[in-house]
Structure formats: structure tokens, C-alpha cells
């Protein structure tokens, strides 16, 4: 498993595998280069941040000032929405954490600072997955496993019951968002969610934000909630090394009080709300906190 990882890896960060000659075959042994030249699986240099980082592209996010080292922009080690989840919670020290879509695992690295007993991040982006592993090393991440794959089996098939799932940008990237919010609702008495949503007087027709979104709408039934999903598509932009959406091309976003609704039905009666952007350049967006005050209802 780990050696196919790696040859994944190779492949998509644009190394050339090393070939052996057969028998009775010869070959230049330097490869038609200088016997002395480095080669390309290897880093001539000190080790340093910036080699590891280096190894994978498309870095979206910033490392903190103390590594020294350049990645992406954006700098969430300093996110203001992690602490305030965790005020939402209280103390996660010793408690059981999951973490949907890493991303980079710069909010894992928030995260692990609190000393939970784990944090279980998974991840299904290779190359996101390979930059989570490589912030856990810079950055001395302890109590994390990041895992590789799609995390809706993990929720559906795990007896691990979590005392708080994290999900930040993942909700609008699922195909069927609703489902999501209920096989959380199967794992954890308390949930945080950061989401884009649809809404129609913050996003009115002839708003760029509307672009990506096919203008189809498709409604689910949720205990009795009739639920409008509004479809949205990348447009290539799932071609990009830096790309972080969702595995399908195609995926729904909610209406704020649906997701709210949702919630409620599920049995969570402690809901709390923050960072209401109705005018966030990608769409509207907020954060949720909701938490079950009778546990496992």
C-alpha cells in the first residue's frame, strides 16, 4: 500500500521512475547525463523546511512564521474560527475529534495544540493528503492520524463515536450535503460546520458568485423537510494542482435555515452562529456550532 502511495506520488508531482536495463541490454550508466549530475529523486541540499514543502505542489495555505519556509497564501494557523468553535465546545482535552477535509491541516494543527486524546482527519485529495503529512512532520502535529480516502464510508461503516466533528469547507462540496449532515449526526452529539450556502437576496441574479451554479434546482425529501440543492459545477478548475473541492464534479449548495432545519431535526438543540459573510467573494457563508443536549438523540 505504502509503495503504491508513493509511486501515486511520484507520478503526480512529475518525477520520472529510475529504469534497470534488462539482461543482455547496455546502457549509458548516467543516463545520457553527467555521471555527477543529481538525480531527480534526490535533494541536493541542507535540509530544510522548504525542501519538504517543495516535494508536493499546489500549496494553498501559509506555514507559520517559525518554519521559515514559503507554501501557499492563506494563513489559517491563525483562523479565527477554530478557537471560536472550541469556545463554542469547551475544552477538547483527552476528548475523540474528527476532522472532514483537512485540506492541508493547518486547522488539525489548531486543533492539536488543545491535547485531544486524537484527531481522526481525513483526507481525499492525494495531493492534499500528501501536504497534511508533511505539515504534521514540520510542525510537530502529536495527536493526529491523517487518512486517505472518502470520509462518507468512514462515518457510515466506524463504531468510533467522536465528541466533535470538525467540517470546514466541505458541506457545499458534497453531491448530497443532507446525507452528510445525518451520518455526522449518527457519530457526534457536537458538530462545527464553515459553509458556503445559497441564498437568493445576498446572491441575486446577475451576482458573479452565481456563475458556477447550472441554475438547476433539485429538491429531497428530510423528514418531512422539503430541501431545495442548488447544483454547482468547478469548471476545470479540478485540473489545477492547488485544486481543494469536492471528488465530483457535480455538487449542491443549501439555504442557510435548511441547514439550520436540518440540525434541529436531527436532535441538535444548542445551535450557535458566527462569521456571517453574505458578501464572502465566493458566495455567502457562515459558521455553525450545533450541539445535542441530550446525547445521542
Request: overall charge neutral.
Amino acid at each position: 500500500m505504502l509503495a503504491r502511495l508513493l509511486r501515486t506520488a511520484s507520478s503526480l508531482v512529475g518525477f520520472e521512475p529510475l529504469h534497470r536495463s534488462g539482461p543482455g541490454k547496455r546502457r549509458n550508466s548516467s543516463g545520457g547525463r553527467r555521471a555527477d549530475a543529481v538525480l531527480d529523486q534526490y535533494v541536493d541540499a541542507m535540509p530544510c523546511a522548504q525542501n519538504a514543502i517543495d516535494v508536493v505542489p499546489g500549496w494553498n495555505l501559509a506555514m507559520p512564521p517559525h518554519v521559515g519556509a514559503a507554501a501557499g497564501d492563506t494563513p489559517l494557523y491563525q483562523d479565527a474560527r477554530i478557537p471560536w468553535c472550541l469556545e463554542q465546545f469547551g475544552s477538547i482535552a483527552g476528548r475523540k475529534v474528527l476532522e472532514l477535509g483537512p485540506l492541508e491541516g493547518m486547522h488539525t494543527y489548531l486543533l492539536d495544540q488543545q491535547q485531544p486524546a486524537f484527531i481522526h482527519a481525513i483526507e481525499a485529495n492525494r495531493l492534499a493528503f500528501l501536504r497534511c503529512l508533511i505539515t504534521k512532520e514540520l510542525l510537530e502535529i502529536k495527536h493526529a492520524k491523517f487518512m486517505l480516502g472518502n470520509f462518507l464510508p468512514w462515518l457510515e461503516q466506524t463504531d468510533v463515536r467522536y465528541d466533535l466533528i470538525v467540517a470546514s469547507g466541505v458541506l457545499y462540496h458534497m453531491s448530497n450535503p443532507v446525507h452528510l449532515l445525518e451520518l455526522i449526526g449518527q457519530r457526534s452529539d457536537a458538530v462545527y460546520l464553515w459553509t458556503h450556502c445559497f441564498s437568493e437576496q445576498a446572491m441575486p441574479n446577475g451576482d458573479p458568485r452565481r456563475e458556477a451554479l447550472s441554475g438547476e434546482v433539485e429538491a429531497i425529501g428530510f423528514r418531512g423537510l422539503n430541501v431545495p440543492l442548488y447544483r454547482r459545477g468547478y469548471h476545470n478548475a479540478w485540473k489545477a494542482k492547488a485544486f481543494c473541492g469536492g471528488m465530483h464534479d457535480r455538487h449542491y449548495w443549501m439555504e442557510r435555515d435548511d441547514i439550520l432545519r436540518i440540525l434541529g431535526l436531527l436532535g441538535f438543540d444548542d445551535i450557535r452562529m458566527a462569521h456571517d459573510q453574505p458578501d464572502h467573494p465566493n458566495g455567502p457563508a457562515f459558521s455553525v456550532f450545533a450541539r445535542r443536549s441530550a446525547p445521542g438523540a
